[in-house]
């Protein structure tokens, strides 16, 4: 049975950080690439930040550039997301998902196996 757990989300202030964490179970851990995702109401699912299945390759999205890292654990099954100078604009469900996927990582939800519920992410201005 494949599980996905997000962990991390909290309320924090602006400037401050957080670190999400996402456990696997289920499947082979080191054949996928995985990535981060974040909704608010209202709009679609977004990536946020992606890593290659040896986390060699790292992708990220323009806004949160020089301000998250992604990094994954293969040993432990697990991948994190180390967020920086958080702003209000960050507010948003933060999800984990795992795409089968060879080369580099996928950056469109739609190519991701297997999701998340989601961690709330709330930063007060």
């Known amino acids: 049975q494949v599980q996905v757990v997000e962990s991390g989300g909290d309320l924090v202030q602006a400037g401050g950080s957080l670190r999400l964490s996402c456990t696997t179970s289920?499947?082979?851990?080191?054949?996928?690439?995985m990535g981060w995702f974040r909704q608010v109401p209202g709009k679609g699912r977004e990536v946020v930040a992606c890593a290659s299945r040896s986390g060699a390759n790292v992708d990220y999205a323009d806004l949160v550039k020089g301000r998250f890292i992604i990094s994954r654990d293969n040993a432990k099954n697990t991948v994190y997301l180390h967020m920086h100078e958080l702003k209000s604009e960050d507010t948003a469900i933060y999800y984990c998902?795992?795409?089968?996927?060879?080369?580099?990582?996928?950056?469109?939800?739609?190519?991701?196996?297997?999701w998340g519920q989601g961690t709330q992410v709330t930063v007060s201005s």
């Open positions: 998902a795992a795409a089968e996927y060879r080369w580099g990582c996928p950056t469109s939800p739609s190519q991701y196996n297997y």
């Open positions: 289920g499947f082979v851990f080191d054949d996928y690439a």
